[in-house]
C-alpha cells in the first residue's frame, strides 16, 4: 500500500495551496479518505474527511477556508486550503482507511508565513 502526497510547501498569510494523495496497492474498498496534521509540539489532528458515499466532515479550525475533494475511480483525495493562516503550518499527512485499516502518506510539508 502507498500513498504518495503532493502540493505542500510554503506560502504567505492569505495564500492558497491544494494537496493531493494518490493510494495505490490497496486491494480492498477504500471507505473514508482524508487529512490529518501534526504541529511541532502538538498531537496529529483531523483536519478533513470525505467518506466514500461523499459525506464530509471539517475540523472548526478550518470550516469555511478547506475544502476536500475525492476521486473514487482514480483512489485519490485532494484538499484545497485557502485563505491561509500562520496556524495552519505543519505536516500533513495523508489517511486512508480499507477493510477498517488505517494507512498513512510521509507526510507534506505546509508553512504559512505571516
Known amino acids: 500500500v502507498q500513498l504518495v502526497e503532493s502540493g505542500g510547501g510554503l506560502v504567505q498569510a492569505g495564500g492558497s495551496l491544494r494537496l493531493s494523495c494518490a493510494a495505490s496497492?490497496?486491494?480492498?474498498?477504500?471507505?473514508?479518505m482524508g487529512w490529518y496534521r501534526q504541529a511541532p509540539g502538538k498531537q496529529r489532528e483531523l483536519v478533513a474527511m470525505?467518506?466514500?458515499?461523499?459525506?464530509?466532515n471539517y475540523a472548526d479550525s478550518v470550516k469555511g477556508r478547506f475544502t476536500i475533494s475525492r476521486d473514487n475511480a482514480k483512489n485519490t483525495v485532494d484538499l484545497q486550503m485557502n485563505s491561509l493562516k500562520p496556524e495552519d503550518t505543519a505536516v500533513y499527512y495523508c489517511?486512508?482507511?480499507?477493510?477498517?485499516?488505517?494507512?498513512w502518506g510521509q507526510g507534506t510539508q505546509v508553512t504559512v508565513s505571516s
Open positions: 470525505v467518506t466514500s458515499g461523499g459525506i464530509t
Open positions: 489517511n486512508v482507511w480499507s477493510r477498517a485499516e488505517p494507512y
Open positions: 496497492g490497496i486491494i480492498f474498498r477504500i471507505n473514508a
